[in-house]
């Protein structure tokens, strides 16, 4: 009710029930004991959703100052989920039973849930075009961009900034006219950049055929780096080891070679001996 329309009347008569009875109960222990009361309640109007009452005892009543607090509350619970998230993401990347491709379709599993998305994939820039190297798909989602042209993705941008690109709806955005949205019909986007040894290698993305109703946040972008960081970092490791394994066998190979140079020298050896001594 506008606050004109509030003059006159009780708790009870201008808020919700539950509302009425945690602020009554705020007034009643203001005016018996003295000692201000701070309470907080959920009630939705226009954009907010989220109040903060403090109470203070005033001659024989109680004065109250009510105060926005929606955008606290939705940061307090974006640092749980966020909280959540990276426990999540730990406990998949340090899995001792998962290989690498395994981790990397449940990071993108997750990934959905935590952004709202319905599809998660990477994919690998190959001179000018994408490759896809794993799918992860909550919906009916059959594509193959082995040869899609980069220019014509939704990773054309990130690749483009060599940044974190977040679009909550292409319509109106350059990615409108793109092969994500103009086939397959997605409306929102997240990709962020992979990194492997200091060189672009591709992007780590997420999409929804729904438009995303709420900004993302700060918490969300910096959730994202961390798992294109990793998958980066991890891909950098496995290309260590496998060259390291690479380089294992060419000396072992090196070594059988002059070992056998050397038998093949010894015998030659004994019979230039045996034949001096005859």
Request: aromatic share 10%; net charge negative; proline share 3%.
């Amino acid at each position: 009710l506008p606050p004109d329309q509030l003059l006159g009347k009780s708790m009870y008569e201008a808020l919700p029930l539950s509302v009425a009875e945690l602020a009554f109960n705020a007034f009643e222990k203001t005016v018996l004991t003295g000692t201000p009361q701070l309470f907080e309640y959920e009630l939705p109007i226009k954009n907010a959703r989220y109040w903060e009452g403090r109470m203070v005892r005033s001659g024989d009543g109680a004065v109250a100052v009510i105060r926005d607090i929606t955008k606290r509350r939705r940061f307090e619970e974006e640092l749980r989920q966020s909280e959540k998230s990276i426990g999540d993401l730990s406990e998949i990347t340090s899995s001792s039973t998962l290989n690498f491709d395994e981790k990397q379709n449940a990071l993108l599993e997750m990934g959905c849930q935590r952004f709202g998305m319905e599809i998660g994939y990477i994919i690998q820039l190959k001179r000018d075009n994408f490759e896809l190297l794993h799918l992860y798909s909550t919906i009916e989602f059959a594509v193959d961009v082995t040869n899609l042209d980069v220019d014509q993705g939704f990773g054309r941008e990130v690749i483009r900034q060599k940044r974190t690109v977040m679009v909550e709806d292409v319509i109106g955005t350059p990615l409108e006219h793109l092969v994500g949205y103009r086939d397959y019909q997605l409306r929102s986007y997240i990709g962020a950049p992979l990194m492997v040894g200091g060189q672009l290698f591709g992007v780590l993305s997420f999409a929804s055929k729904r438009p995303r109703q709420t900004p993302y946040t700060q918490v969300e972008m910096r959730f994202l780096y961390l798992m294109a960081q990793w998958i980066g970092l991890e891909r950098e490791r496995n290309q260590y080891l496998a060259q390291l394994h690479q380089n294992s066998e060419d000396l072992l190979n090196k070594s059988l070679e002059l070992a056998a140079a050397r038998d093949q020298a010894l015998e030659l050896s004994r019979m230039k001996s045996d034949f001096l001594a005859t």
